[in-house]
Each structure stands twice: as structure tokens, then as C-alpha cells.
């Protein structure tokens, strides 16, 4: 290959989870996902479903009876993935989104707020404690 590839975009992220149907619900729930069918290979342990988002962007979320990831602390800043940013388009999106995670009992770790760097931003948690950034 000579030069750079022509067109480069990040397919989807993938989350490990114990919960399948859980993260499914919750990010069809708040961020409007759309979820498409479970992908099982019993052989292997393993089952999957992705999560797609009007702009393009998908979420795998996958289940392993036969792995066992390593688990973080619920929010943990750790290497590797930090967080994952969704974008919901306005200020009072971001303000509305984030009030209606904390009534339901999610937590917000930061926010909603102005950054030094220009964005408006809240952090939350998903159910399995990943750092979600909620921008405009």
C-alpha cells in the first residue's frame, strides 16, 4: 500500500459485558440505539449485538461464558479506553439527557459543564461503570 488509505472512519467501539441485554436496553433507552440481532456461537461462549446510531456510529456489546475480561472499578480512569463520547447536539440536550440519567439513578460523574478546551459535556456511567461523555 503507497500512501495514505483513502477513506478511514472508526467502524464501531466494542464493550465486553456480563449483562448482554442490559447495555442494549440502556443505550437504546437514552441514546436512541438501534440494536440489531444477537449474534451467538456456542462453540465459542460468545454472543453479541450492535448498537447503531443515526450518524453511523456503532456499539458491540459481547458476552463471554468461556472469558473472563478484567474488571475496572465503575468509572475507573485507566489506560486504554477512556471514554466514549456521544454527541446529542445541543446545550440543553446535554442538560436534559444528563437529568433524566441522574433521576432514573444513574451516576453523573461530571457536569453538565463548559471545558477549558470549548466543549459542554456531563460524564456518566453506563450500567457496567463505562465513562460515557454526553456531548454537544
Known sequence: MTGKPAAVRIEHVAFWTEELERLVDFYEKYFAAAAGPKYVNPAKGYESRFLS????????????STLKPVKHAPGAARMG??????SVGSIQGVQELTGRLRKDGFDVVDGPRHTGDGYFESVVLDPDGNRIEITI
Open 53 to 64: 446510531f443515526a450518524g453511523g456510529a456503532r456499539i458491540e456489546v459481547m458476552r463471554s
Open 81 to 86: 479506553l477512556a471514554h466514549l463520547a456521544i
